[in-house]
C-alpha cells in the first residue's frame, strides 16, 4: 500500500465521524507523511510506523460519532409529496413495514418513520429520486455492502453498547394517484400491505416478510413472496377482457378471496393454498409439495395440479376442470361439463354436477369414488386392474365393466391400476 491508498482508506473510515476530528487527524498524518518522506524514509516505512487504521479508531469512544448520528437523526422522520405525472412508480422499502394507498389527489405522498435505534438510523436512510420518467423511493444503506468498508464496520466496533443495538423498525407510508401506468413494490424483509391503488399494472415482491394485496383496480397484478404469507382479497378485474392476476407463494400460505380476472394463476413450492370466492376465464392451481383447498369458485377452463400435496375442491363451476396430482388425493365437488381427473398414487372422489356430459377419472394404484347423483343420465365404462367394482350399489364381477342408465348423456370413463372403483 502506497501513501496514497493509505490516506484514501482512512478518509474513508473517518467521514462517519465529527468533522473537526476527522480534519485533526488527517492534517497530521499529511504532515507525518511529509517529514518522514524529507528525512529519507519510504512509504512503506512511514505507514508501518503510523500503522493499522482500525486500531488508530478503537481509541476513539462513540461521542466522536455524535455530531454526524445528530444529522442522520434529524433525517430519520420525514414526510414528503410529489406532483408530476410518471409512467411508473418504483418503490423498495428493504427491511421497512410499508403501507401503500392510493392518494386522494395527483400527489405522491411518502411519510418515512425510521424508530429504530441509532445504529439503525445510522445505517438506513430514505432516497428518493426521478429518471426517464420513472419516480424512485425507499430504503437503502448509506453505502453499498460490497464495498467492504461501510458505516456499519465503524458501527460495530462500538457493539458492546447495548444501546448500539439494531433494534427497532422503519416504518413507509406511500399514497399514489390513480393513473399512473405502471407501479412496482419490493421489500426484502419488511411486510407490504397494499390497498386500493387504481394503476394498469401492479407488480409485487416481499422475500421474508407478508404480503397484503385488498381492493385494487388494475389490469394485471403479479405478487411474489418467498417464505411470507400472502393474502389478496377484493380484486374485480373484468373477466372478459385481457386481464391476469398472478400469485405466487413459494414456502408460506397463499389466500385468495373474492378476486375476479380473465387469467388467474395461483402457485406455491412448498405452502398451502386456500381459494373462495374467484372468478375467472381460465384457472391455474398449481404447487409442488402443499395442498390447495378452492370454495365457490367460477372459471370456464380450470387446471389444478400438484406433486405431493391433496387438492380439495367445494362448490366448483365452470365449463372444463382438469386435475393432477403424483401422489396427492383429489377431493372434488364440480358443476362442470368436462372433468379430467388424474393421480399417480392418490385416492380420487368426485361429485358431479348436473351439467357434466364427460367424466373421464385415471388412478396408478388409488381408488375411484363418483358421486352422479345430480346427473340424470350416464354411460360408464370402469376398469381396474386388480380391485373391486361398484356400479350405483351392485358388484360387478371382472376387470371391467359397462353401464348405463337414464338418458346415457354423460360419458363416464374409470380405470385404475390396483385401487377399487365406486360409482353412486
Same mark, same amino acid.
Given at each position: %500500500?502506497? +501513501? ?17 476530528? !476527522?480534519?485533526?487527524?488527517? *492534517? ?16 512503506? *516505512?512511514? &505507514? $508501518? ?20 448520528? *445528530? ?19 418504483? &418503490? ?17 405522498? &411518502? ?45 460495530? %466496533? ?21 393513473? /399512473? ?55 374485480? @378485474? ?8 398472478? @400469485?405466487? $407463494? ?5 389466500? $385468495? ?15 398451502? /393454498?386456500?381459494?373462495?370466492? @374467484?372468478?375467472?376465464?381460465?384457472? +391455474? ?56 381427473? +388424474? ?24 381408488? &375411484? ?25 351392485? !358388484? ?24 377399487? /372403483? *365406486?360409482?353412486?
Amino acid at each position: %500500500m502506497n +501513501k496514497a491508498e493509505y490516506m484514501e482508506a482512512l478518509r474513508e473510515r473517518l467521514q462517519y465521524y465529527n468533522k473537526a476530528l !476527522e480534519t485533526e487527524i488527517l *492534517e497530521d498524518y499529511e504532515q507525518h507523511f511529509a517529514e518522514g518522506l524529507a528525512e529519507g524514509r519510504s512509504e512503506e *516505512e512511514i &505507514i $508501518a510506523e503510523l500503522g493499522n487504521i482500525e486500531d488508530m479508531l478503537q481509541e476513539f469512544s462513540q461521542e466522536d460519532l455524535k455530531q454526524e448520528l *445528530e444529522a442522520v437523526e434529524s433525517q430519520a422522520n420525514q414526510s414528503n409529496s410529489y406532483r408530476q405525472l410518471y409512467r411508473a412508480v418504483v &418503490i423498495d422499502g428493504l427491511l421497512a413495514d410499508m403501507n401503500v394507498s392510493a392518494s386522494p389527489d395527483d400527489q405522491i405522498r &411518502i411519510s418515512y418513520e425510521n424508530n429504530g435505534s441509532k445504529a439503525l438510523k445510522l445505517r438506513y436512510h430514505f432516497y428518493q429520486y426521478e429518471e426517464d420518467g420513472v419516480f424512485y423511493a425507499g430504503v437503502k444503506e448509506r453505502r453499498e455492502a460490497e464495498t467492504g468498508e461501510s458505516l456499519w464496520d465503524v458501527v460495530s %466496533m462500538f457493539a458492546n453498547f447495548t444501546n448500539w443495538s439494531s433494534a427497532g423498525s422503519i416504518d413507509l407510508d406511500v399514497q399514489i394517484p390513480a393513473g /399512473i401506468p405502471l407501479i412496482r413494490l419490493s421489500s426484502t424483509s419488511g411486510d407490504l400491505k397494499v390497498r386500493e391503488l387504481e394503476t394498469q399494472e401492479l407488480e409485487t415482491q416481499c422475500t421474508s416478510g407478508d404480503l397484503q394485496i385488498q381492493g385494487v383496480v388494475c389490469r394485471k397484478l403479479l405478487a411474489r413472496t418467498q417464505s411470507g404469507d400472502q393474502q389478496v382479497s377484493d380484486l374485480s @378485474l373484468a373477466v372478459h377482457e385481457e386481464t391476469e392476476i398472478e @400469485l405466487h $407463494a413459494a414456502s408460506g400460505t397463499l389466500e $385468495a378471496r373474492d378476486i375476479s380476472g380473465a387469467k388467474i394463476c395461483l402457485s406455491t413450492s412448498s405452502g398451502d /393454498i386456500n381459494g373462495n370466492g @374467484l372468478n375467472a376465464g381460465e384457472l +391455474k392451481v398449481q404447487t409442488s409439495s402443499g395442498e390447495a383447498e378452492l370454495r365457490n369458485a367460477e372459471a370456464d377452463r380450470t387446471a389444478l395440479r400438484s406433486g405431493s400435496g391433496d387438492i380439495c375442491l367445494r362448490g366448483f363451476r365452470g365449463v372444463e376442470l382438469r386435475g393432477e396430482t403424483g401422489s396427492g388425493e383429489l377431493r372434488l365437488q364440480a358443476d362442470t361439463e368436462s372433468m379430467d381427473i +388424474k393421480t399417480g398414487s392418490g385416492d380420487i372422489e368426485l361429485e358431479a354436477g348436473s351439467r357434466a356430459r364427460q367424466v373421464r377419472m385415471v388412478a396408478g394404484s388409488g381408488e &375411484i369414488r363418483l358421486n352422479l347423483g345430480h346427473v340424470e343420465g350416464a354411460s360408464i365404462v370402469a376398469r381396474t386392474g386388480s380391485g373391486e367394482l361398484r356400479i350405483r350399489g351392485q !358388484e360387478a364381477s371382472g376387470r371391467s365393466h359397462s353401464f348405463s342408465y337414464g338418458s346415457g348423456t354423460c360419458r363416464v370413463n374409470l380405470t385404475t391400476g390396483s385401487g377399487d /372403483i *365406486e360409482v353412486r
